[in-house]
């Protein structure tokens, strides 16, 4: 079955480390989302990628990294530079630009946890 | 700049009562609107979208949405919930040909028997 999936689960952090959410996809789709989700909060755009080898930031992108090297995957760093990292993020991805709506599907999300 | 809001962030309701979960959106010459449903630490999956046409919008699990561009509005609707339908809903837009979706902040539903 097609979908997005997302590693780790659960991840917990230590202070001034960076760690790595993975995020792949096998729907073909160009487009590929990270969002931060934290309660009362809703969803808040870190970055986007449109098409392999280019991204963009979004609304929250202070303290976090990607990459698009492969259609497939957009993995998400969480730097040290990163005040409160401890969130839900969520992975998504869409057709892409020309498709119309931009309907988007969503992986299974990884919990941070700062200690 | 273009925002959606969802005034209730929870809305109780007995199971097979009727719901209402409402979303308003700033105004725009042209939007697409969505609603997703999200279950305890699961992702976000769609229910429902408008883009043009009838007004009236069917989705999955018996819910259905009205466009109301006279009022900026896009609420969610449901004749008899189940205890199966307690998670969070999302609204969100698209300025139409732009692909980046604002969210609400979420209202949670929260059926009882």
């Known amino acids: 079955d097609g979908g997005i999936t997302q590693s780790p689960k659960y991840l917990f952090r230590k202070e001034g480390q960076n760690v790595t959410l993975s995020c792949e996809q096998n729907?073909?789709?160009?487009?590929m989302y990270w969002y931060r989700q934290d309660p009362g909060q809703g969803l808040r755009l870190i970055y986007y990628s449109q098409i392999v080898n280019d991204f963009q930031k979004g609304d929250i992108a202070e303290g976090y990294s990607v990459s698009r090297e492969k259609k497939e995957s957009f993995p998400l760093t969480v730097t040290s530079a990163q005040k409160n990292p401890t969130a839900f993020y969520l992975c998504?991805?869409?057709?892409?630009?020309?498709?119309?709506?931009?309907?988007?599907?969503f992986g299974a999300g990884s919990r941070l946890t700062v200690l | 700049a273009q925002s959606v809001t969802q005034l209730d962030s929870q809305v109780p309701v007995f199971e097979e009562a009727p719901v209402e979960l409402r979303c308003n959106y700033s105004?725009?010459?042209?939007?697409?609107l969505f609603w997703y449903v999200q279950y305890p630490n699961q992702g976000l999956q769609l229910l429902l979208k408008?883009?043009?046409?009838?007004?009236l919008v069917k989705g999955i699990n018996g819910f259905e949405a009205e466009f109301n561009k006279s009022q900026t509005s896009f609420h969610l609707r449901k004749p008899s919930v189940h205890i199966s339908d307690t998670a969070e809903y999302f609204c969100?837009?698209?300025?139409?040909?732009?692909?980046?979706?604002?969210f609400g902040t979420g209202t949670r539903l929260l059926v009882s028997p």
């Open positions: 105004s725009s010459v042209s939007v697409y």
């Open positions: 729907l073909n789709h160009d487009a």
């Open positions: 408008y883009l043009s046409g009838s007004t």
């Open positions: 998504a991805s869409s057709m892409g630009q020309g498709s119309g709506a931009n309907v988007l599907t």
């Open positions: 969100a837009r698209e300025n139409t040909g732009f692909q980046k979706l604002v």
